[in-house]
């Protein structure tokens, strides 16, 4: 922690922790413990310091998260602690004492690490230490900005510390501030990004580390910023007034906000407000606005030199401050607590001599460029995994080079800092006059489950070894693109091919990568779902897509996907043609092609019967994926039906989908046929979440998953759970006596563990799973004098005169109302050297349990709440974790002849002072 925050709130009374002086901020009492707060949040989500080792969980409760990126601007007064004026009383004396606690945690910390290493990763404690620190000095500087908007009846003067002197530097008369010339700017390359991610050699954040690179050509760029002198001739002009300096959006917030000047001009610009102080106005510094403003002075001063002038771009901006040395500038409070004149500190920025003043500090410049992510290699740090990515909505756009109170990092060359543009930060002008490219958009995030799941699919290989038999193909979707190609004829040209039940598009990029040049000319894609289809062009327009893979609940992973990095951009003389359509029902005029692939185990399974004949151009080729083997299809004659190959697809981090996948390819004939007309198409059985686990097919389902052998080379779940629990429970010396099975099922974990245990109880809510656990029993052999009870019961209100020296909750925890209820009536059920197992995929869904009550996957305090994590919390201080958590894995066919491929995360408790 830096003394240079606490210095920072010094001036304040009591009363400003408690006023929001920025509407879009909390207020400076959050922030005051929120970057203590941020150390402890951290340390513990990295596993460093235990839940347990918390200093205040009310404070770090409160003070944990910061303004969502994605909403700045619905912030509820009623939503504080300190909304109580009571509370108000105690709260800065709790937060500064917090403060104190955390400085000698911190010390301990440091003095006891062995820094002898060479170098460290950015998961051991420096690193996590670094990123506390740097995350407090950008609090500097946005806590600085609420603090700059303060009324002066707040603020004690007297207790202003030294190193906030304001600079004495200044001219007080317009007329006498030099002129901002124009200077040329060399073109040239720019590498971007960092590669020492592995071992870094200083901190960074996440979005710094990657890879892009750029060509610049010459342009030209304001040898200083825009001083309060040259900003004033745009007011006198009528800046504020003319409508066509402004867009849309930006007059909107001049007529709301009624602004006739920048926020920190007082008196028609007679004086400036300082961090602290008013002065008169120094009319050499730099201005100071928000985005709006200076692209609305860059229109203007088009107007006036009858040239595009626009902000500088990030890579132009790059370029500069690559080639200068950026170092003996106002910045990090080394030189005044304040901006000074712009003609202060520069350097040589071109072969004529020409000096470019403020490459780095005295006040950040607004960009043109939308903030983004480094092309390629980055990756979210998972101490901090929102950090960046809310930032990148295309709203958000680069604050480049620093102000005076920018610290640390935001002074680096590789920092990637970014505000959307209504926000006030210690931020000025410099304009450019250039025809470099920029990013002027970002490229897709999707970070919806709907858009995940398929995405994710399609685009990232799955790379975990199963504990399957026969192994599944990586990326099936990449596989069947590239076996369609082999079938293209080949001497064709300018074919039109369909791709029928596409998805999200891996097939079609890898089957035009795989064909020859001039064979392809028209490619039609086609889904029901018209998300997907703009995934597609969206990727193939932009060249790369991000997104979020659902891991756990509502917790993610971010990955990007790069079409040049695998080959995959699509040729010029190639059309790709988007279209919603429903594939059982495909309107003629899309009919008559000379290739068509069709993936039918999709959410929109196509049966072969509605296949038309006139899909296909007579001579043209079919290639289809289905379940099951097609031995024919009426009109074609078949040229490959035998190959077949496991596809897998998630759903979340521990549960998929696996199914073997036949491909046949086929010709149509010369001969017409009539089209067969369509399928009447079939009335589903729907079942009513409640009465899910009492219909046939699902009690059916489950009993094959209990009793019978095991399938796809992973042997019985049931039967191993109850191995685990024996084997575990004679490991911890656990009387074998009694054992409960919590939500049992059909029982056989209950049956198996019978083999062990005196006493076992199987406990479900299903009549129909208890019935067939009865039905069972008598095939199994329970040992002489060992019994077994099923009996039907609610997990939530479980009544026992027992102790159980075993319970075990298999895929139980994830589909209860209330599974802290469960968790808090299990405990007095256990024997003092009993051991509890809680076994699932932790895969939570809204229909089964109440958001609010999940245990994990989701964010807590702003760090990520893992269902592991949260069934520590709720059995503590009672029980503990016995064993590191092991995924038992296993297999449930379903009716459609697909199988569920799931990992059980199993989890051992045990009373503390066992």
Not at 621 to 644: C, F, H, Q, T
Request: glycine residues 6%.
């Amino acid at each position: 922690m830096t003394r240079m925050y606490d210095a920072l709130f010094e001036p304040l009374i009591d009363n400003a922790f408690f006023v929001r002086a920025e509407p879009l901020r909390h207020h400076l009492i959050f922030y005051y413990g929120h970057t203590a707060v941020f150390y402890i949040n951290k340390l513990v989500l990295q596993g460093i310091l235990k839940n347990s080792e918390r200093i205040d969980t009310y404070i770090e409760s409160s003070c944990a998260v910061g303004v969502d990126e994605m909403s700045w601007d619905d912030l509820s007064e009623s939503n504080y602690p300190w909304s109580d004026p009571k509370e108000r009383d105690i709260f800065i004396s709790k937060v500064q004492n917090y403060r104190n606690s955390l400085r000698t945690l911190i010390v301990n910390l440091i003095q006891g690490y062995n820094f002898n290493k060479k170098s460290f990763t950015q998961f051991e404690l420096p690193w996590i230490i670094l990123m506390g620190i740097e995350h407090e000095r950008i609090h500097i500087e946005t806590s600085a900005c609420i603090i700059h908007q303060l009324e002066p009846k707040y603020l004690d003067i007297d207790k202003i510390p030294s190193q906030f002197k304001v600079c004495p530097k200044k001219r007080s008369n317009p007329s006498d501030v030099p002129k901002n010339n124009l200077i040329k700017v060399n073109g040239g390359d720019i590498e971007m990004g960092r590669n020492d991610s592995e071992h870094p050699e200083y901190f960074g954040w996440d979005n710094e580390f990657g890879k892009e690179s750029a060509s610049l050509n010459e342009f030209q760029v304001s040898q200083m910023l825009v001083s309060n002198a040259e900003y004033l001739e745009f007011i006198n002009d009528g800046g504020y007034e003319t409508e066509e300096y402004w867009n849309e959006d930006s007059w909107a917030w001049v007529c709301k906000k009624e602004r006739k000047q920048p926020l920190s001009w007082i008196e028609k610009g007679k004086k400036l407000r300082t961090l602290y102080t008013e002065i008169d106005m120094p009319w050499d510094w730099p201005v100071e606005v928000i985005a709006f403003e200076a692209d609305a002075f860059c229109k203007w001063k088009s107007k006036q030199l009858n040239q595009k002038i626009s902000l500088i771009s990030h890579e132009e901006w790059y370029l500069l401050r690559q080639r200068m040395n950026g170092k003996n500038y106002n910045y990090n409070i080394k030189k005044w607590g304040s901006t000074c004149p712009v003609d202060t500190f520069g350097e040589k920025a071109n072969d004529n001599g020409d000096i470019l003043y403020d490459i780095s500090g005295n006040l950040w410049q607004h960009s043109r460029s939308a903030l983004t992510l480094l092309q390629q290699g980055f990756h979210t740090h998972p101490a901090y995994d929102d950090f960046t990515t809310p930032t990148i909505d295309g709203k958000h756009f680069f604050l480049l080079g620093g102000s005076w109170i920018s610290c640390g990092d935001e002074t680096n060359l590789s920092g990637r800092y970014g505000f959307r543009k209504h926000f006030q930060q210690f931020a000025g002008i410099r304009y450019v006059i250039s025809n470099n490219s920029y990013h002027d958009k970002i490229s897709p995030y999707y970070m919806g489950r709907e858009d995940s799941v398929p995405i994710t699919d399609h685009y990232l290989d799955f790379t975990r070894k199963t504990f399957l038999d026969e192994q599944p193909l990586p990326n099936w979707f990449s596989w069947f693109g590239q076996y369609a190609a082999k079938f293209i004829p080949e001497n064709s040209s300018n074919l039109n091919v369909a791709m029928i039940n596409g998805s999200v598009g891996r097939i079609t990029l890898e089957f035009i990568k795989n064909s020859k040049p001039g064979q392809l000319e028209n490619v039609l894609h086609a889904d029901l779902s018209a998300t997907r289809l703009r995934v597609l062009e969206s990727l193939v327009n932009c060249g790369m897509i991000r997104w979020d893979q659902f891991i756990e609940g509502d917790l993610v992973e971010n990955h990007y996907f790069h079409l040049k990095e695998h080959n995959l951009e699509v040729p010029s003389g190639i059309n790709i043609s988007y279209r919603q359509l429903d594939t059982n029902n495909i309107d003629p005029k899309f009919f008559h092609h000379d290739f068509v692939l069709i993936d039918s185990d999709s959410e929109m399974v196509l049966p072969v019967q509605s296949i038309s004949t006139s899909l296909v151009k007579a001579g043209g080729i079919l290639v289809l994926a289905s379940i099951g083997k097609v031995e024919s299809i009426p009109g074609y004659e078949v040229i490959e039906n035998d190959i077949e190959n496991w596809k897998i697809t998630r759903d979340t981090g521990r549960k998929s989908r696996v199914v073997k996948i036949n491909v046949s390819v086929w010709k149509r004939t010369d001969v017409a046929t009539e089209d067969l007309p369509k399928p009447k198409e079939e009335e589903g059985n729907r079942n009513d979440d409640e009465l899910y686990y009492e219909s046939k097919a699902v009690v059916d389902s489950y009993e094959k998953f209990h009793f019978g052998p095991g399938y796809l080379g992973v042997p019985n779940f049931s039967k191993a759970v109850a191995d685990f629990g024996i084997e575990v429970a004679k490991k911890h010396n656990v009387p074998l006596n009694r054992a409960l099975d919590i939500g049992s099922g059909p029982g056989r974990t209950a049956i198996e563990l019978t083999s062990a245990f005196k006493h076992v109880c199987a406990i479900d809510f299903s009549v129909s799973f208890i019935e067939l656990c009865k039905k069972h029993i008598p095939e199994y052999p329970i040992p002489q004098g060992h019994e077994l009870k099923a009996i039907v019961g609610d997990a939530h209100d479980l009544i026992s005169e027992e102790k159980y020296d075993l319970v075990v909750a298999i895929n139980l925890i994830d589909r209860l109302e209330t599974p802290k209820k469960f968790l808090d009536g299990i405990k007095p059920l256990i024997s003092d050297r009993g051991i509890l197992i809680i076994a699932s995929p932790y895969t939570w869904m809204d229909k089964f349990t109440e958001h609010d009550k999940w245990l994990g996957g989701f964010m807590k305090w702003g760090e990520t709440q893992t269902t592991e994590n949260g069934l520590k919390e709720a059995l503590s201080p009672e029980f503990e974790l016995l064993e590191p958590p092991t995924d038992i894995p296993f297999v449930i066919p379903d009716p459609d002849n697909s199988y569920q491929y799931t990992l059980s995360n199993a989890t051992v408790f045990g009373r503390t002072n066992r």
